[in-house]
C-alpha cells in the first residue's frame, strides 16, 4: 500500500512560502514510496560519486532509458576521474556519441583534469568548489553533493519543480517559487536522507507526477496536494510558450574515391564543435543542390566534383532546428588523393566507423558503408 500524508488538502503543501507545515510526516511518505517505488538504475549501486556526477551530466535533457546504455558504456572505458582526465578528447566525444550537447563531455572532461591535478583525482564533496567546476553550476552541484555525500542540497529540477507546482497549484513558477521550493525542501532534508529526498523527488516527478496523465491515485502526497483537490493538476504548471522551430535544408555530399570518404572536422567551438560530418552546405528552398555542392567543394575544399545524383533524403532535429539533408554521392573529377588537412580526411569505412560525429551523420555514415559494401 503506497504510503500517504494524511489531513486536509493543503496541509503539508501549505502556500509558497510557507513550505510544509508536516515535513517530518512527508519526508517519512516520501521516502516510503522511494524504497517501494525506486528504479534499479547503475548509477545507484554504491552512490560512487564520480559515477553520479556522470550520470547527472548525462541526464540534462535525457530520458533515464537513453542514458542507461550510455553511462554503462562509458563507465566500462572510464571507471574513474584518473582515466577521464588521461583520455584524448576523440575517445571522450566518441563515447559521447549519440547523446548530443557535446560541451557537456568536454566540461566533464576539463574538469577531471581540474580535480586529478588539484584534487588526487577526487570528487570534492564541497557544494561551492563543485559548482565552480566547468559545466556543473548550482543545480548538478547540489545534485551530486546530496545524492553523493548526503549533503542538505535542494537540486530543483524540472520534475521536482512540476511537483510543487502542483501541491500549491501553481501557474507559473517565478525565481521567488523556486525559493520555496529548496526552503521546502531542505525542510525535507531535516527529516530523512537527502541523498532520499533528492531521488524521491525527482522519481515521483518522473513516474508518478509527469508532465501529462499524472497518476495521482499512487501518489504519497495525493490528500495535501492542491491541485489535485481543486482538480486542475492536467493545467499545473502552465507549459513555456514554444517558437517554432527554424527549418533548415541541407546539400550533403559523400564524396566517394578508392573506397574511401572525405569528412571534415567541425570548428573547435559553436555547435556540435569538434566532430566530424560529410560536407554539406545550407541551400534555398529552390536552389540548385548539386550547383550548390560543386561551387562548395571548389571554393573550400579545392576539388571538382561530379555528382551522382541523390543518394537519399535525411530529417533529423536539434531542439531549435528541423533538418532536412538531401544527400548526394560523388566522384572527383580529377585526384582527390593529396586533398587533405587537420580538419579534413579521407576514411575507409572502418574509419568512419570511429570517428565521434554527429548523431545524424553517424545513422548517414552507416548508411553509406551499408551501400559501399553492397556496391562492391
Given at each position: 500500500m503506497?504510503?500517504?500524508i494524511k489531513?486536509s488538502?493543503?496541509?503539508l503543501?501549505?502556500?509558497?512560502g510557507?513550505c ?10 516520501l ?9 534499479d538504475?547503475?548509477w545507484r549501486h554504491?552512490?560512487?560519486?564520480y ?5 547527472e551530466?548525462?541526464l540534462?535533457?535525457?530520458r ?15 571507471p574513474?576521474l ?14 559521447w ?10 566540461n ?8 586529478c ?8 564533496d564541497?557544494?561551492e568548489?563543485l559548482?565552480?567546476?566547468p559545466g ?11 545524492i ?10 524540472a520534475n ?5 507546482a502542483?501541491?500549491?497549484d501553481?501557474?507559473?513558477l517565478?525565481?521567488g517559487i523556486?525559493r520555496?521550493?529548496?526552503?521546502a525542501v531542505?525542510?525535507l532534508?531535516?527529516s530523512?536522507?537527502p541523498?532520499?529526498?533528492?531521488q524521491?523527488?525527482?522519481?515521483l ?6 508532465r501529462?496523465?499524472p ?6 502526497f495525493?490528500?495535501i ?18 517558437k517554432s522551430?527554424?527549418?533548415v535544408t541541407?546539400a550533403?555530399g559523400?564524396?566517394a574515391n578508392r573506397g574511401r570518404f572525405?569528412?571534415r ?5 559553436g ?5 566530424w560530418?560529410?560536407p554539406g552546405v545550407?541551400?534555398?528552398e ?6 550548390a555542392?560543386?561551387?562548395?567543394f571548389?571554393?573550400?575544399?579545392g576539388?571538382?566534383?561530379i555528382?551522382d545524383g ?11 532546428f528541423r533538418v532536412?539533408?538531401e544527400?548526394?554521392?560523388l566522384?572527383?573529377a ?11 580526411r579521407?576514411?575507409?569505412?572502418a574509419?568512419l566507423?570511429a ?9 548517414l ?5 551499408a ?6
Amino acid at each position: 500500500m503506497t504510503a500517504r500524508i494524511k489531513g486536509s488538502a493543503g496541509a503539508l503543501a501549505g502556500k509558497p512560502g510557507t513550505c510544509f507545515s508536516e515535513p517530518r510526516d512527508a519526508a517519512r511518505a516520501l521516502s516510503a514510496w522511494f524504497a517501494k517505488n525506486a528504479r534499479d538504475l547503475p548509477w545507484r549501486h554504491g552512490y560512487d560519486p564520480y559515477g553520479v556526477w556522470v550520470s547527472e551530466i548525462m541526464l540534462q535533457q535525457t530520458r533515464v532509458s537513453v542514458v542507461v546504455p550510455f553511462y554503462l558504456r562509458w563507465m566500462e572505458r572510464l571507471p574513474d576521474l584518473g582515466s577521464l582526465a588521461r583520455a584524448q578528447e576523440t575517445t571522450v566525444l566518441k563515447l559521447w556519441e549519440g547523446l548530443g550537447y557535446y560541451q557537456r563531455p568536454r566540461n566533464l572532461h576539463r574538469a577531471a583534469q581540474i580535480l586529478c591535478a588539484e584534487n588526487h583525482c577526487r570528487v570534492p564533496d564541497d557544494f561551492e568548489r563543485l559548482a565552480r567546476l566547468p559545466g556543473l553550476g548550482d543545480y548538478t552541484a547540489a545534485a551530486i553533493a546530496s545524492i553523493a555525500f548526503e549533503k542538505p542540497r535542494p537540486a530543483v529540477d524540472a520534475n521536482v519543480k512540476r511537483v510543487f507546482a502542483r501541491l500549491w497549484d501553481l501557474s507559473g513558477l517565478e525565481p521567488g517559487i523556486i525559493r520555496n521550493i529548496k526552503e521546502a525542501v531542505l525542510l525535507l532534508m531535516e527529516s530523512a536522507s537527502p541523498r532520499v529526498v533528492t531521488q524521491a523527488l525527482m522519481e515521483l516527478g518522473a513516474l508518478l507526477c509527469s508532465r501529462s496523465n499524472p497518476r495521482c491515485a499512487e501518489c504519497p502526497f495525493q490528500d495535501i496536494c492542491l491541485a489535485r483537490n481543486n482538480r486542475t493538476q492536467d493545467l499545473r504548471p502552465r507549459p513555456a510558450i514554444k517558437k517554432s522551430p527554424t527549418r533548415v535544408t541541407l546539400a550533403v555530399g559523400v564524396l566517394a574515391n578508392r573506397g574511401r570518404f572525405l569528412v571534415r572536422q567541425r570548428p573547435a567551438s559553436g555547435l556540435m564543435a569538434g566532430l566530424w560530418e560529410f560536407p554539406g552546405v545550407s541551400v534555398a528552398e529552390k536552389e540548385d543542390r548539386e550547383k550548390a555542392l560543386r561551387r562548395l567543394f571548389m571554393q573550400e575544399l579545392g576539388l571538382k566534383i561530379i555528382t551522382d545524383g541523390l543518394f537519399r533524403s535525411v530529417r533529423f532535429s536539434y531542439t531549435t532546428f528541423r533538418v532536412t539533408a538531401e544527400v548526394f554521392f560523388l566522384r572527383p573529377a580529377g585526384s582527390a588523393d593529396a586533398k587533405t588537412g587537420p580538419r579534413l580526411r579521407w576514411v575507409d569505412p572502418a574509419g568512419l566507423s570511429a570517428l565521434a560525429m554527429p548523431a545524424a551523420y553517424r545513422k548517414l555514415a552507416d548508411l553509406v558503408s551499408a551501400s559501399e559494401t553492397d556496391r562492391h
